[in-house]
Nanobody
């Protein structure tokens, strides 16, 4: 299984970015899909998660600004980020709990995509 993230970049405060993450491989099913971020010198933290039924959960710091969504047919999760702030800067990682033909449910991580927000 591979998770390929894209969409990061550099924006000014108040700007927007949309991240995408596609899961590929011998996938039978996907439960939770989510986004985490890690700022320099800090631990990785949950940004948003979406379950297979569509329910979502967000970190308090991004509520009202970020929207997570998924396309189950395309094994893809998105993160629309609006009103970006400098404190949103970090490497964003996608995560998914996946079952494949060869492995039971387990968590997989994408390679990370850099988001930089300047003031």
């Amino acid at each position: 299984v591979q998770l390929q993230a894209s969409g990061g970049g550099s924006v000014h405060a108040g700007g927007s970015l949309k991240l995408s993450c596609v899961a590929s491989g011998s996938i039978i099913g996907i439960k939770n899909m989510g986004w985490y971020r890690q700022a320099p010198g800090k631990q990785r933290e949950l940004v948003a998660v979406i379950i297979s039924g569509g329910g979502t959960n967000y970190a308090d710091s991004v509520k009202g600004r970020f929207t997570i969504s998924r396309d189950n047919a395309a094994n893809t999760v998105y993160l629309q980020m609006n009103s970006l702030k400098p404190e949103d800067t970090g490497v964003y990682y996608c995560n998914a709990r996946i079952i494949t033909l060869l492995r039971d449910w387990m968590d997989y991580w994408g390679q990370g995509t850099q988001v930089t927000v300047s003031s």
